[in-house]
């Protein structure tokens, strides 16, 4: 192999260092790469974690950005979970800087804002008796004769809610966040998302005020600066803990001898010019999306596993923040938007979800957000257009005027949704089998599993990772097969970590 670049550095190797630690290099410092490090060193001194961050902000899909003191999410983010492993470490690393939020949100679909979670009146009054009528007996029907076999999303939500409400409250606005039809979408991805709701227990909720499921959950706890806070923090124990978070330093190459990954190439800037240096580690965890690491590996993996990965395929999203000459033209912490009249997906009122997101109160900071793809007309628009399209379209949809807009940010995520198409499984199980074979080397989070995680899922991925680096045996890829999912809240535990 080449040697390290002049005047590049080289991540000292246990035998080097004088001490006996391992050096565990870590590539991304989202939610899974920093738990991955706080959990080695939480457990022991024995590790020496390393994160590779190819940003200038931890964080991943849950940092918080900020444009002119305004703070804003990637996406807005509810703390609650059943794994109490992941509430444990988030509430050691934030202590009391979380705080509690009433939840409120709401739908709109055809020109009226449906109350969500489910208010029966609403509904009723918004949607019409003959409407509820007809609603009713396509529920009835998918009760009778169901679609077999189930392997659509479209299949999987009307055999439970029946295909009319499927179509007033599902097919829109899936497809705006995913691009491809309804009938594209695999089913597993609608059992992981709306496990265990179902429309008799949708209307039960509304009818007796009943709280059972933790989507419908009626508050939650939030980091009072943002999700980003707790990232920000994470990267600083870890160094105070004498592990390393490197900031704007990104893997482009990962070696292997046979079966064991021996070093990762990065990629730094180094007075405006891109350097290359070499990193040795005892073990290593991936969090960059699977797509990537595949044809990162050097060498390259067999031919089919290269095949499977270039079939994977990803959502990208943006988030377009603008500042409004007034104070918040409505309370709800998000609406969904299903009108296909507009291309906003989702709007999120970042007072909502605290006041502390605001540097100034008399102003409201609303988050316009829009699905699309890498390279598509949304993405290439610029910023200013961006800006004036969204303030248009906050004017359409009756909640503010376009006049009352002072000031924008756009912001642009790539891979933020791992797509569930008809191909994707078949082709991650490929990959998953041969990364197996790896005998120093896991892949977890979202992206680095290629399954659309919820930050505490993507967390515990992580938890099991450095587990395993420790000496226990773990199947992380069961993680949100058989762990209990978010929707199940169970009696009596404190509500804790989600993203949205």
């Given at each position: 192999m080449d040697g390290n670049p002049v005047g590049a550095e080289s991540l000292p190797t246990k035998d080097d260092r004088g001490d006996s630690r391992t050096t565990v290099a870590i590539i991304g410092g989202g939610p899974a790469g920093l738990t991955a490090a706080y959990e080695l060193q939480r457990n022991s001194t024995e590790y020496k974690p390393v994160v590779f961050e190819a940003d200038k902000l931890v964080g991943g899909i849950s940092r918080t950005e900020s444009h002119?003191?305004?703070?804003?999410?990637?996406?807005?983010?509810?703390?609650?979970?059943?794994?109490?492993?992941?509430e444990e470490v988030w509430h050691e690393i934030l202590t009391d800087d979380f705080i509690t939020r009433p939840r409120k949100s709401r739908i709109f679909y055809r020109g009226k804002y449906y109350d969500y979670p489910l208010k029966i009146t609403n509904a009723l009054l918004n949607i019409g008796l003959i409407e509820s009528i007809r609603v009713g007996l396509s529920y009835v029907k998918a009760q009778l004769f169901p679609s077999k076999p189930e392997e659509t999303f479209e299949q999987w939500v009307s055999?439970?809610?029946?295909?009319?409400l499927f179509q007033h409250f599902f097919e829109t606005y899936t497809e705006k966040v995913w691009g491809i039809p309804c009938s594209e979408i695999r089913a597993d991805w609608a059992a992981q998302r709306i496990k265990n709701l179902s429309l008799m227990k949708a209307v039960w909720n509304a009818l007796t005020g009943a709280n059972d499921t933790a989507s419908l959950i009626e508050e939650f706890e939030y980091p009072r600066l943002g999700p980003g806070m707790m990232w920000e923090k994470a990267a600083e124990l870890v160094e105070d803990k004498g592990g390393e978070v490197r900031m704007e330093e990104w893997v482009s190459r990962v070696f292997m001898d046979g079966n064991r990954v021996i070093e990762i190439e990065v990629i730094k800037d180094v007075n405006g010019v891109r350097t290359p240096y070499r990193v040795e580690a005892d073990q290593f965890i991936n969090t960059m999306p699977v797509r990537e690491l595949i044809h990162c590996m050097d060498p390259p993996p067999p031919a089919h596993v290269i095949e499977a990965a270039d079939k994977l395929k990803y959502r990208d999203f943006l988030i377009v923040t603008l500042v409004l000459d007034h104070p918040d033209p409505f309370d709800d912490n998000w609406i969904y938007i299903h009108s296909p009249e507009v291309k906003v997906g989702r709007i999120q009122n970042f007072r909502a979800w605290s006041p502390e997101m605001l540097p100034n109160q008399e102003n409201a900071s609303i988050g316009m957000e829009f699905f699309c793809h890498e390279g598509d007309g949304l993405w290439e628009s610029s910023d200013e257009d961006l800006i004036k399209q969204a303030s248009e379209e906050l004017e359409f949809l009756g909640l503010a005027s376009k006049d009352s807009v002072i000031d924008g940010c756009v912001i642009r995520q790539k891979k933020a949704y791992p797509v569930y198409d008809a191909v994707y499984k078949e082709a991650l199980d490929t990959i998953k089998d041969?990364?197996?074979?790896?005998?120093?080397?896991?892949?977890?989070?979202?992206n680095g599993m290629h399954r659309y995680n919820n930050q505490d899922h993507s967390?515990?991925?992580?938890?099991?990772?450095s587990k395993i680096i420790m000496g226990e045996e773990h199947d992380i890829w069961n993680v949100n097969v058989e762990r209990s999912y978010h929707e199940e809240m169970q009696v009596n535990k404190k509500p804790a970590l989600e993203t949205a």
């Open positions: 002119n003191g305004y703070r804003f999410d990637i996406g807005g983010h509810r703390f609650f979970t059943k794994v109490t492993e992941v055999n439970r809610f029946g295909k009319r041969w990364i197996l074979t790896l005998e120093n080397f896991q892949t977890v989070g979202r967390m515990l991925t992580a938890m099991l990772a």
